[in-house]
RNA sequence: GGCGACGUGGCCGAGUGGCUCAGGCAACGGCCUGCAAAGCCGUCCACAUGGGUUCGAUUCCCAUCGUCGCCUCCA
């Protein structure tokens, strides 16, 4: 069974089910105002790499991630740029999917917006003002934290603590709020901002309150993961779970968190930096796959950089990965056990997926290795597992190149000169080929052409 | 100031108290090939620094240096 680091209790632990053979997990989505970047790309990875490795090994996943289509960058945007909010967040949650589609990211199981959740956040908000932990102030909403049993679990670090490292940062809200720490669950709105109604006035909820609802009432109580990047353990998952706690409710079992996407000078790509490049341009400048690839290379937990070498140096590896598939058509055979098994060993083991990949090429190597030997049957039980094994992280194989007419005739050619043994014309026509960008591969059976 | 992560070979990146010191990319040699490519075989290049524990440390402990993150925008 899978192993998982959790943040909470800082070991890996063994994921407990609350449900045996149903695996509930809830992963804070994107707010809705800009194109998704690598950031994002990699929370999204991550996390279906995990999905598909929980259903390959037989298990029912419930994958709840929210679109937060209410936020204040939403609001700053739309009045910027002088149009309706909801044009905005509608655009961009259609780029988002469009943008997993690409990266091959399955979309979650469930998708909740926060503005189809209003109504539950007010009366959940309503719940915590009624039992005393909650607060109205001139402004909005608040939570109480110092009335939150072990607030500070996720980050470890006490209430007093945490005030003493603020340094000489402005406190949101000072004037209002009981405690620096106390954190909003309603914001009043200002005329023109999008509002809802509620007991306390026209407003939007919290960020912090969209997760928590739409987690329990989708998962119900006491579900196995809440997952996210680094950056939202504190304080976004750490005011959910205050609030989960405030109400008396069980919250999320195992908590798991990505590490970040850093340029090459090993700082974190922010959007406050502005050194991001959006995924979609990734997308359309290198295999789709590639980025998969360099991430499953890498730890969740680590940093990663992504980086002209890093991002070639995966393009080759996927070469050498569909190199298998080219080799061998359709694995005509049960999957190799032992490979099969040292994949597994590797991915409930914190998911390693660097091991993991290393059991992949290893397989491959040997398989081409049997096949070199005459040993097909060998051969095909290791391309079986190596099939398998893509499929449950996500890694699609890319055979057929769509050849143009034009370099398919040159290839004919080539052909016709090596069979008349006329190796001038045919090394002419290969440095045409490969001038024009084609890996060329001229066997027996004859020429092959790829990108 | 508090909390945390980390420093592995040309690059990326797992891992381990000694045994075979992953894997990917790159480089070099060989086999194969008309020559290449692909594939296979082999070579090369390591564990920040200084102490300590130990029969033995890259792996444990301490210190130092360095990098990065969080401490109410953020995947």
Known sequence: MLHLYDTATREVRELALREPGTVSIYLCGPTVYGPPHLGHGRATLVYDVLRRYLEWSGLKVRLV?????????????????????????????????????????????????????????VTMIGQLVDMGKAYLTDDGVYLSVEQVEGYGLLVHQSLDDMLAGGGDRDVV???????????????????????????????????????????????????????????LKFPHHENERAQAVALGKQFANHWMHHGFVVDSEGEKMS??????????????????????????????????????????????????????????????????????????????????????MAVVF??????????????????????????????AVGLTFSTEEEVPAEAAAKAAALDAARAAKDFAAADALRAELQADGWTVETTKAGTTLRR
């Open 173 to 231: 809200g000072a004037g209002n709020k009981h405690h620096p720490a106390d954190f909003v669950l309603w914001k009043l709105s200002k005329p023109g901002e999008p509002a809802w109604p509620s007991p306390w006035g026209e407003g939007r909820p919290g960020w912090h309150s969209e997760c928590v609802v739409m987690s329990l009432d989708l998962l119900g109580e006491g579900f196995d993961l809440h997952c996210g990047g680094q950056d």
């Open 362 to 391: 290893d397989a491959i190597t040997q398989a081409n290795a049997a096949a070199d030997g005459g040993d097909m049957v060998r051969a095909h039980q290791l391309v079986a597992a190596v099939h398998s094994i893509a499929e």
């Open 65 to 121: 991630s929210n679109i937060t289509d209410i936020d204040d960058s939403i609001i700053n945007r739309a009045n910027r740029e002088n149009r309706p909010w909801r044009d905005i967040t509608t655009k961009c949650e259609a780029v988002w999917f469009e943008a997993m589609g690409k990266i091959n990211v399955a979309r979650p199981t469930d998708v909740p917006r926060a503005t189809e959740y209003v109504e539950q956040m």
């Open 271 to 356: 959007k406050s930096l502005g050194n991001v490049d959006n995924l979609l341009d990734l997308m359309e400048h290198y295999d789709p796959r590639a980025y998969r690839m360099l991430l499953l290379q890498s730890h969740y937990r680590g940093p990663v950089t992504v980086s002209q070498d890093n991002i070639d140096a995966s393009v080759k590896a996927l070469a050498r990965f569909d190199g298998i598939a080219r080799r061998f058509k359709t694995p005509a055979a049960a999957a190799d056990q032992g490979v099969l098994g040292a994949f597994r060993t590797a991915m409930d083991d914190d998911l390693n997926t660097p091991a993991a």
